[in-house]
């Protein structure tokens, strides 16, 4: 990481992303807050995040896109989701990494890493935007009810260095921010988990059904493909992947 980023270093927090939004005003486009201990890690639809104190990456990160509308603003999550991905190809070579819609990374079938994108708007546009990364890399048992987490160490039998390994996933994200929205957008797409079919099920009904991932909105919004040949696209709690 180039001297350019600001980094906050806590020893406990709520959570990273309650504390850089507490003190955005004094942040600048690449800031870091990471901590070895949150008391109240967030995922997404408001689950927790379980991680070891001093094992695990769980940090944020401060993103200032330049005059980004805000109906386009899932293209900062596909930045950030496959900014790690970048990080993490190279390290487990022997192994399919992916990205579960909208934002979770799988290897194999187990998840390694979740994200947590909160925006905040200004008028039309993407005033900014905080990244909570929770990224498990040197635990080596989880346990909590999480039905397929899964860690570096536990693939590799490896140790890594934290500080190092924040540094390449930073720059890695903030690479990825710097590159056109549609060639980062096809990446997305070309990453994503199970996008060649899998079972779903309509949250709001029940139903279960087998499609194809047929587009992602810049809204974030997934369009399925059922084999009735019906599309169907969905919020984020609106559908859930059956394992």
Known sequence: MTDIHHVIRLDECSSTNSYMASVVSGLSHGAVVITDRQTAGRGQRGNSWEAMPGKNL???LFIKPDAM???????ISEAVA????????PLL???AVAIKWPNDI?????KICGILIENSLIGSSVGYSIAGIGL?????SFYSDAPNP??????????????KLLDDV???ILSRLLQHVYERHADYMSSLYRREGAGYRDMSTGEEFHAIIAGIAPTGHMTLLDTEGNSRTYAFKEVALVL
């Open 106 to 110: 799988y290897v194999d079938d187990c």
């Open 82 to 89: 496959l900014g790690i991905t970048d990080i993490l190809r």
């Open 136 to 140: 498990n890399v040197n635990q080596q």
């Open 69 to 75: 509308p805000a109906r386009d603003q899932f293209y």
């Open 170 to 172: 930073v720059d890695a």
């Open 58 to 60: 769980t940090f944020s």
């Open 150 to 163: 899964v860690s570096l160490v536990m693939l590799t039998g490896v140790q890594y260095d934290l500080s």
């Open 93 to 95: 070579p022997d192994n």
